[in-house]
């Protein structure tokens, strides 16, 4: 039974919080990596990605707080850890990634495009 409810919070997880499998891939890679940060320009070279695309990455991993910008840097992101709950939550994402590429990255491919999720979002309730 933890299996199927550690399953169910990976999935539910990666539907409300992941647009891409770039951001999977970012916020994984900053998490096993802490308490390293992470430049855009890094981030890009890691992701093979544009640093245009990095950046949009790495600010909508910030504006749902899975990162933190460093202050001190600009265009300079960490994972800071905010509870034990989300540090676990974050090893099973790993750790299901992993075992279950192909899954998850069908499940993010799947899903509604990001305007209709961003729209979504909007009308989500959020603790304050």
Known sequence: MAEDTRKLQVDQFIIEQID???HLEALLLIW???PKEWSVTEMAKALYVPS???ERVLNDLAQRELVARVSEHPNTFRYDSTSAERDALLY???DTYRRELVRISGMIHSK???AVRDFARAFRFKKD
Request: proline share 7%; hydrophobic share 40%; glycine share 6%.
């Open 32 to 34: 096993r990596t802490r």
């Open 52 to 54: 245009e695309v990095a």
């Open 20 to 22: 891409s499998v770039p």
């Open 112 to 114: 509604a495009g990001v």
């Open 92 to 94: 099973n994402v790993n």
